[in-house]
C-alpha cells in the first residue's frame, strides 16, 4: 500500500510538474508571440516612416526642380519699368508687335507701335519728337506717335520721358487675348 500511495503520489508529482512546464512553454510562446508582434509592429512603423521620408524627399526634390526652371526661365528673360508697371521681355526687343509679359497684373500684351505723350498745359509736341515717326493730335495736349516697324520703342520711351515739357508717356500696349485657331 505504501507503495501504491507512493506510485500515485509520485505519478501526481511527475503531472503536476509536467503541467506546469506545459504551463511555462504556453506562457513563453505567448510571450514570444506579443514581443515578435510587437517588433512587427514597430518593424511595419518604422517602414512607414522611412516611406513617408522618402516620399518627401522625392516631392521636395520635384519642388527643387520646378523651381530651378523657374530661376533659369527668369534668368534669361529681362524686366523692365514701361507705363509705371514692370514687364518681362525674351529678347529684350521693344519693336511694333512685340510680345511682352505684365508681371504686375500677370498678362501677356503686344507692343502696339504707337506711344501717346501728353505735354505740360499749353505746350506742343516738340520738333525732336514730332520727327521720329507719324503723329496725331488726340486730346488738348496730348499726342499719340505711331512708329515705324524696326525702331527699338523703349529707346524712344526713355528719351521722351526725360524731356522736362513732357508730363506722361505711355507706350501702347495691347492686352486682347490672341484667338486659338482650331487644329483639324
Known amino acids: 500500500m505504501y507503495k501504491m500511495i507512493f506510485l500515485v503520489g509520485s505519478l501526481t508529482f511527475v ?3 509536467c503541467q506546469q512546464e506545459k504551463n511555462t512553454n504556453n506562457a513563453k510562446e505567448q510571450l514570444t508571440q506579443k514581443s515578435s508582434f510587437t517588433v512587427q509592429k514597430s ?3 518604422e517602414t512607414q516612416q522611412k516611406r513617408s521620408i522618402n516620399e518627401k524627399i522625392a516631392q521636395n526634390q520635384e519642388l527643387k526642380k520646378k523651381l530651378s526652371t523657374i530661376h533659369k ?4 528673360q529681362q524686366i523692365f519699368e ?5 514687364f518681362l521681355s525674351k529678347t529684350g526687343l521693344f519693336i511694333k508687335w512685340a510680345t511682352l509679359h ?3 497684373v ?9 506711344i501717346v505723350v ?9 520738333n525732336e519728337i514730332a520727327k521720329l515717326g507719324r503723329n496725331e493730335k ?6 499719340r506717335i505711331t512708329f515705324q516697324a524696326e525702331q527699338n520703342l523703349l529707346e524712344i520711351y526713355k528719351r521722351i520721358k526725360k524731356l522736362p515739357s513732357v508730363k506722361v508717356v505711355e507706350l501702347e500696349i495691347d492686352y486682347t487675348p490672341k484667338q486659338k485657331t482650331e487644329i483639324l
Open 15 to 17: 503531472l503536476t510538474a
Open 43 to 45: 518593424v511595419q512603423k
Open 73 to 76: 526661365r527668369i534668368a534669361t
Open 82 to 86: 514701361i507705363n509705371n508697371e514692370q
Open 102 to 104: 505684365n508681371v504686375n
Open 106 to 114: 500677370n498678362q501677356d500684351g503686344v507692343i502696339k507701335g504707337s
Open 118 to 126: 501728353v505735354m505740360v498745359e499749353k505746350k506742343d509736341l516738340p
Open 138 to 143: 488726340i486730346a488738348l495736349s496730348t499726342y
